[in-house]
């Protein structure tokens, strides 16, 4: 059997040249599909478009990486490259988690988590096709009150479901009192909500003072004990 | 221009080249599968134990997959169709998508409904302004994601140390980012989130009391679609 460090390696490897692929094919199309009809851009209009977009979104897509690598481990690549993360793959890699007890930060989590992600992003990419190829079919049922109303409330169901799993440890490590942790920052965040604006739409950008912010809190309750770790002498899921 | 315009993002051209990129990510996550599935073998999990994994992981994906499908009916009467398919099945997300294409239309000076009516030109900046918003983190995970995944699993090697915790308080920090904002947007989005979560505890309850294993699989799924499905339920009522 090869070692954890080897299959690591592999991964990364695998995931990196996936990513500079993608990277040249993802700016090909545009380019190519500018160059053909002669419709490229100036740099001047290009910025003039893009300069609010990129103030908002490139922290928060540089921050992701680093907020999420540690909750998909080697399946970070595929889970990047497939895009959907808050609304698909976190619930996605929680569930396949929990289905196995496995522990965060282990290989098993990290196996189980890529085949989790990667089978998730084929059934993802093969409904989309389809609903390309019978978009005017389906145009009267998916543009409906009904369908539309049930779409816009996709998040809140899904951290519903997750809610439950999300506060208890899953594999051979409890982390006891974890749940401390998030409760100066929900409360400073619900007082933001009700006091000041709803933050639904500035989620993504809350993130980046917010994990830190959790993390910290978990680093004074865990020096004060009030978190602490439980090793269950049991063999996982396997 | 209307016409052309639609002749133009819907040509053979765009259509062929999303294709590409797309069959792309599809051998690539087959490939990440492959070695998954190979190396789970080799840890000790049984064939059986990573079919529910496959069996679970896809029925839960095909609702929130939906909405995703949604937001391709609301690009595609403005940026065609292979335009859109390309953008929501890879990177990105449906919501950054339907920003992004508006964000960048404002920006011009058009909103996006008029976009057929201004050009090609156009289109095309939506396309660039579109990709390289969403390519930051790929460039971050190109050069430094190496690095950031052996950080992590340093911090997860001492089972007693700070770092499994903070491994864990991760996923307590996107809980305590999401839940104030749902708990205060509306009472539908409240009762979506408690019918949801009264979903999966009953569920749980059931596969405990009267050991039915297989459906453990299924509660993700379950959970979502009664509570989207309550949202409608909730609305009419309330909202």
Known sequence: ?238 | MNDTFFSIVNSGLLYIMVGIVIAFVVFLSLVFAKKAWKRAIELGYTKDQLLTVIKSTSIATIVPSLAIVIGLFALAPVLGNPWPWLRLSVLGSVTYELMAADMAASSMGVPLTDLPTVGIDAFVNIMFVMTVGISAGLFVLLFFGEKIQKGIGSMGKNKQSFGIVALECFMIGLLATFLPAFFTKGIVSVLTFFTSTVITISMGLIVLKYKISWLKDFILAFALIGGMASSVLWTGLLG
């Open chain 1, 1 to 238: 059997m090869k070692s954890r460090e080897k299959f690591s390696k592999e991964m990364n490897n695998l995931g990196r040249l996936g990513v500079l692929a993608m990277i040249i094919l993802l700016f090909a199309v545009p380019t190519i599909f500018g160059l053909y009809h002669n419709a490229f851009p100036t740099f001047g209009e290009f910025i003039k478009a893009a300069s609010g977009l990129l103030v908002l979104f490139v922290p928060i897509a540089i921050s992701e990486v680093f907020i999420y690598t540690p909750i998909f481990g080697s399946a970070t690549y595929i889970t990047f490259i497939t895009g959907n993360i808050m609304n698909l793959k976190v619930p996605i890699a929680q569930n396949a988690q929990e289905l196995m007890n496995t522990t965060k930060g282990t290989e098993e989590s990290d196996v189980i988590t890529t085949l989790a992600i990667s089978v998730s992003a084929i059934v993802t990419i093969t409904l989309i096709a389809l609903g390309v190829l019978l978009l005017v079919p389906l145009e009267p049922i998916m543009t409906s009150s009904a369908v539309s109303t049930a779409s816009a409330y996709v998040l809140p169901a899904l951290f519903g479901a997750l809610v439950v799993g999300l506060l208890r440890s899953t594999g051979e490590i409890r982390v006891k009192g974890k749940v401390k942790a998030g409760i100066v920052p929900f409360i400073l965040l619900f007082l933001v909500n009700i006091f000041v604006m709803n933050t639904y739409d500035y989620s993504g950008i809350l993130l980046i003072p917010m994990i830190p912010l959790t993390v910290f809190f978990a680093w004074i309750l865990f020096k004060k004990k009030q978190i602490t770790i439980e090793i269950i002498e049991r063999e996982v899921s396997k």
